[in-house]
């Protein structure tokens, strides 16, 4: 069974801080992990996915499988960046894929 | 290029009726997925359709099906509406697995 904890549901930052939303996962396969994000009144909408090693709107995330995480880090948090952030996995011959319960982000002038 | 489209935006219906959900998927996109978000249990899978076939499908009862057509668009549907049923669904779809997904903007279901 494929699992995915955002231990987090709420997170509060000032501007200027750095952020780190955490993500750990169960999947006995390969995983596929991403992170979503929704802003205020907009769809839900891909931020990034490991098998890329991107960088968006200076947002990264390392796939750590030791440690099971998936952790979504940016240096300076912008007010922009104020959102709900979702991390979800899929498996790399799995089909479905599963989402945290979500992560609402604030990030305070 | 056009996004995913999600028909109708918003249903209120009432308990016991059923409804049928609409999903365009961007072309090219053949693998189209169905979610139920509700604020208290997140995101929750619903089914996967890739080429009218279903692939995968999610812990619902039978009363939540769903099927695709050969120009990969997507119904969902819903018999016997409970209460609870009342949620967000999400369409969303992408080119196959590996990919993320390009979500819908949803409808909102309304059951009284």
């Known amino acids: 069974a494929q699992r995915v904890t955002q231990p987090e549901k709420l997170l509060s930052v000032f501007k200027g801080a750095p952020v780190e939303l955490k993500c750990n996962y169960s999947?006995?396969?390969?995983?596929?992990l991403f992170w979503y994000v929704q802003y205020s009144r907009q769809r839900l909408q891909l931020l990034l996915r490991h098998i890329s090693r991107e960088s968006i709107k200076g947002f990264t995330a390392d796939l750590n499988k030791g440690e099971t995480s998936f952790h979504l880090k940016k240096p300076f948090a912008q007010e922009e960046d104020s959102a709900m952030y979702y991390c979800a996995l899929s498996g790399l011959n799995n089909n479905d894929m599963r989402f945290g319960a979500g992560t609402r982000l604030t990030v305070k002038p | 290029k056009a996004g995913v489209t999600q028909t109708p935006r918003y249903l209120i219906k009432t308990r016991g009726q059923q409804v049928t959900l609409s999903c365009s998927p961007i072309s090219g996109h053949r693998s189209v997925s169905w979610y139920q978000q509700t604020p208290g249990q997140g995101l929750q899978f619903l089914f996967e359709?890739?080429?009218?076939?279903?692939?995968n499908k999610g812990n619902f009862p039978g009363r939540f099906s769903g099927r695709q057509f050969s120009n990969s668009r997507s119904e969902m549907n819903v018999s016997t509406l409970e209460l609870g049923d009342s949620a967000l669904y999400l369409c969303?779809?992408?080119?196959?697995?590996?990919?993320?997904?390009?979500f819908g903007s949803g409808t909102r279901l309304t059951v009284v």
């Open positions: 359709y890739f080429s009218e076939t279903q692939r």
């Open positions: 969303a779809t992408r080119q196959d697995s590996n990919y993320g997904y390009t």
């Open positions: 999947y006995s396969g390969s995983p596929e």
